[in-house]
């Protein structure tokens, strides 16, 4: 079955560490997606990667950082910079980057920082 | 810029019951819209979408959708809701024709669906 996986589903952390969360897709997509979701505010863009070896910025980056070494994974690392990482995590790929494709997501990772 | 907004956080309605869950949108371009779902603890999953074909779309679980340039709205309907519809809908414009097509969501609208 082809799709996305985000691993683990659940995560706890202490203040002051780097974490890292996976995401892997086997759909052949170029393009991957970022995204935290906060109760009442949608979904916001952390970065996106349009091909290997590339990424950019989006909304929110600060605290993040990304790799997209190989086409079909895009691990970020919440670093200890991000000041209220606690959040729902969730990846996304696209075939493109281009606006009429869809994305498809991920089932997300739940980030708890205590 | 463009934006999307979602007129209502929260809907409930009764099981056999029409469903509308309201969206209006700005955009400088032709925008191409969807409507994704989530349930609890869940990834988002593609309802539907317009691109600039047909303005009225058929998406799945029988949900469909009418893009109105001239109310600039994208309204979700079913015209009869079951209880595995309960579920949080986000409404998304994209309008960046030829370059990245970042996605921007709307808040969300929880529905909720009664016995």
């Known amino acids: 079955d082809g799709g996305i996986t985000q691993s683990p589903k659940y995560l706890f952390r202490k203040e002051g560490q780097n974490v890292t969360l996976s995401c892997e897709q086997n759909l052949n997509h170029d393009a991957m997606y970022w995204y935290r979701q906060d109760p009442g505010q949608g979904l916001r863009l952390i970065y996106y990667s349009q091909i290997v070896n590339d990424f950019q910025k989006g909304d929110i980056a600060e605290g993040y950082s990304v790799s997209r070494e190989k086409k ?43 | ?47 539907l979408k317009y691109t600039s074909a047909a303005t009225l779309v058929k998406g799945i679980n029988g949900f469909e959708a009418e893009f109105k340039k001239s109310e600039t709205s994208f309204h979700l309907t079913k015209p009869s809701a079951h209880m595995s519809d309960a579920a949080e809908y986000f409404c998304v414009v994209s309008d960046r024709e030829g370059s990245q097509g970042n996605l921007i969501f709307g808040k969300g609208t929880k529905l909720s669906v009664k016995p």
Do not use: I, M
């Not at chain 1, 606006?99 to 089932?107: D, I, K, L, N, T």
């Not at chain 2, 956080?9 to 700005?26: I, K, Q």
């Open chain 1, 72 to 114: 079909e994974s895009f691990p970020l690392t919440v670093t200890s910079a991000q000041k209220n990482p606690t959040a729902f995590y969730l990846c996304a790929s696209s075939k493109t980057s281009s606006p009429s494709y869809e994305q498809y997501f991920g089932p997300g990772t739940r980030l708890t920082v205590t």
């Open chain 2, 1 to 47: 810029a463009q934006s999307v907004t979602q007129l209502d956080s929260h809907v409930s309605v009764s099981e056999g019951t029409p469903v509308l869950l309201r969206c209006n949108y700005s955009s400088s371009y032709s925008p191409s819209l969807f409507w994704y779902v989530q349930h609890p603890n869940k990834g988002l999953q593609l309802l």
